[in-house]
């Protein structure tokens, strides 16, 4: 059995993480990850048996920690109204920042950049969660003529496509990043109940 370089493995993941991001699941190949990072695609079969293999060893940490995120079950304060803070699904929204600092672009490619692949509705369900939420904290506190249907789903897609803007925008410097995150949250959430029904 042939040795297998650490390095190698790095380089590997470091090309295809840029590709993958660049083209997404579908588009990208293993010749051009191989060209690119200046490899045979034989070599690279050596370390990944095929492009899912390849991106499953990148995506699979986020996808583990965007599994506990999809499940949170916490429940909210009673007392002086709905905050950005009081709310699970603010809770969530903190997992998906934790999430987006932790893990990155690896994070993006597994929300936005995983077509074709077995993680492919990693977005959606995402997004599912968050509106299921949604709707069982914030619509019972909304008079029925209030209620839009779309409302949760457009707000739940608001938050996590706004993380990302702000990740693309200011991903360097993080404390102006999580500034922005919690501003957005507190614009979104704050009261929100309060303004639905006005």
Not at 8 to 25: C, N
Not at 72 to 91: C, E, F, Y
Not at 102 to 111: E, P, V, W
Request: aromatic share 10%; with cysteine; charged share 30%.
């Amino acid at each position: 059995m042939q040795y297998l370089k650490e390095e190698t493995r790095h380089k590997i993941l470091s090309v295809a993480l840029r590709e993958f991001a660049a083209r997404g699941y579908k588009d990208a190949s293993m010749r051009q990850i191989a060209a690119k990072a200046e490899m045979t695609v034989g070599n690279i079969y050596r370390y990944y048996d095929n492009k899912a293999a390849l991106f499953d060893a990148l995506v699979r940490p986020a996808w583990e920690q965007l599994k506990s995120v999809i499940v949170i079950d916490k429940r909210i304060g009673s007392a002086g109204g709905m905050t950005p803070h009081n709310l699970p699904v603010a809770q969530i929204a903190q997992e998906i920042i934790r999430l987006a600092r932790d893990y990155g672009q690896k994070f993006y490619i597994l929300l936005f950049k995983s077509e074709g692949s077995p993680y492919q509705s990693a977005y959606d369900r995402l997004i599912q969660r968050i509106v299921e939420r949604f709707e069982q904290e914030l619509f019972p506190l909304v008079p029925v003529e209030a209620r839009d249907r779309f409302l949760p789903e457009l707000l739940a897609k608001t938050i996590v496509d706004g993380f990302f803007t702000i990740m693309d925008t200011c991903g360097d410097d993080p404390t102006r990043m999580e500034k922005l995150f919690g501003q957005l949250l507190a614009i979104m959430l704050k009261d929100v109940d309060q303004r639905m029904k006005g």
